[in-house]
């Protein structure tokens, strides 16, 4: 699908692919349900950590621009993704996505029932566990943000900037996983050929995989060169757990015109990048 500019196209309401088949088989009612929506790469990161950790719930997709009162009762700014925790007295509740990783995270490490993966090393390993999390917290800081400055930038100028804030992100983030794999000696993150899925690549990946499909089509992106590198990306989109939670390509083509094009009131992420605050 070439790119003919602004044809006022929205984002989409319903999961395509592989993500709706997977939204298909958790469609009963369970003990926690997640609001999501189906282009929205913070609900990808909780996701993909469901569908890795084979814990049971119901997704419920929301519009969270519209802000239904049922979303606005589990995440007070009306940001998705919120887990709400069903079939308990009280009405209990989680929103923000890294808040719910690390929730996840410890939940099935106390539940050996449930117990299929961990995002991050043994608790026995604090220092592996500690460079994990830097990498989690360059992705928040730094690659996150620069995906949406890039993508959001009008003039060539600032694009070409942008492209190269977003590939020195990129840069950051392997420095960080060359880093780990000097250090310590952990299987957990998909850096190492044989590696399973940590917290960094769950939080990164949802941007990393939209800057396989929506960058290039809206900026002409190339991923960084490097066949390690190149490997990785290709382990990270088609990790099972990941791949489940994808629609189709043109799915976030069409969600991301909006931002690709800097179309007012976007969204809360946008506007926080137009006026140089942080993000929600
Ligand atoms: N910090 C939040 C950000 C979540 C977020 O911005 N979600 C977007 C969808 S991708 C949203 O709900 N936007 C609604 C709005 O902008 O009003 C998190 O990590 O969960």
Known sequence: MPNKGDTGKSYHLKCTGDALRTAEAH???SDLTLFGGCFCPFVQRVWVALEYFGI???????????????LLEVSPKGLVPALKFNGLEKPRSLNESVVILEYLEEYVSQSSRRKKGSLLPPISDPYARALVRLQADHVNRN??????????????????????????????LVKLFERAAAETDTDVGLWKEDGKLSLADAMAGPWLFRATNVLPHYRGFMM????????????????????????????YLESY??????????????????????LP
């Open 143 to 172: 690659l996150v943000p620069a995906f949406y400055r890039y993508l959001q930038a009008q003039d060539t100028e600032k694009q070409i900037e942008g492209g190269k804030e977003f590939v020195s992100a990129i840069e950051g």
């Open 27 to 29: 469609s009963e009612q």
């Open 224 to 251: 960084p060169e490097g066949a390690k590198f190149r490997a990785y990306i290709d382990r990270l989109v088609n990790y099972p757990a990941f791949r489940r939670t994808c629609s189709t390509e043109g799915l």
């Open 56 to 70: 049971d719930y119901h997704v419920h997709e929301v519009d969270p621009y519209k802000k239904p009162s049922e």
């Open 257 to 278: 015109e909006r931002y690709a094009y800097n179309r007012p009131n976007t969204s809360q992420v946008a506007n926080a990048i137009n006026s140089g605050r942080g």
